[in-house]
């Protein structure tokens, strides 16, 4: 049992999420996109998104800064955040910007604003839960995607809620975070997508 729930805190580890965000949007958009171009996104979301962020951790881990790639404490979470900063500064303005696809755009604009949120937090030596904030902002995505484009993703709803409290379950279970830290980290996800709803629903 543990095995599986710590295996879920890996497979759903927030570098994923804002990949599967875009996954999710070129496959359920009724907006025709290019295959070229869906491709040549989906490649630069997972080197900048994935990629990078390994080659990151590793380098901290090689300089003796972090331990594990769940960064535990909040010293660790500072430079991964800073650096993630940069890198979903990059993806707004290099590979969604707001003339080509706005809700994308839109998308990692409130990912930006969660993560200075999580960085400020970080800095003041408290934990917010990373996986809560990644699920908490997609999850809030997705809602407003179903609304934006009037689709039936109700299905798709029900599996990311299951997951989300998946995610949160394992969090509690390998004692992670505390109720508080994962509350904070889902609210740090939702609200600020929320926020940018007005620019782009």
Do not use: D
Not at 88 to 108: G, K, T
Not at 162 to 184: D, F
């Amino acid at each position: 049992m543990k095995w599986i729930i710590k295996s879920i805190s890996v497979v759903f580890h927030p570098i994923i999420m804002p990949l599967l965000a875009i996954h999710f949007y070129f496959t359920k958009s009724p907006r025709f996109s290019p295959e070229p171009f869906v491709y040549a996104k989906l490649v630069s979301i997972t080197i900048l998104s994935v990629v990078l962020p390994i080659m990151v951790y590793f380098l901290l881990k090689t300089l003796g800064k972090t331990e594990t790639i769940h960064l535990k404490t909040t010293k660790e979470r500072i430079i991964p955040l800073v650096v993630n900063c940069v890198i979903v500064s990059l993806i707004i303005y290099r590979v969604f910007p707001e003339n080509q696809i706005a809700e994308l755009h839109y998308f990692f604009v409130a990912v930006l604003l969660s993560n200075l949120t999580c960085l400020a937090l970080a800095l003041l030596k408290f934990k917010a839960s990373i996986h809560l904030i990644a699920t908490g902002g997609v999850f809030m995505f997705f809602v407003a995607f179903a609304i934006h484009f009037s689709i039936n993703i109700n299905g798709s709803l029900a599996l990311f809620a299951i997951i989300t409290g998946a995610v949160a379950t394992s969090r509690l279970y390998l004692e992670a975070h505390t109720p508080k830290e994962l509350l904070a980290g889902l609210l740090i996800g939702i609200i600020p997508q929320l926020i940018v709803l007005k620019y782009w629903l």
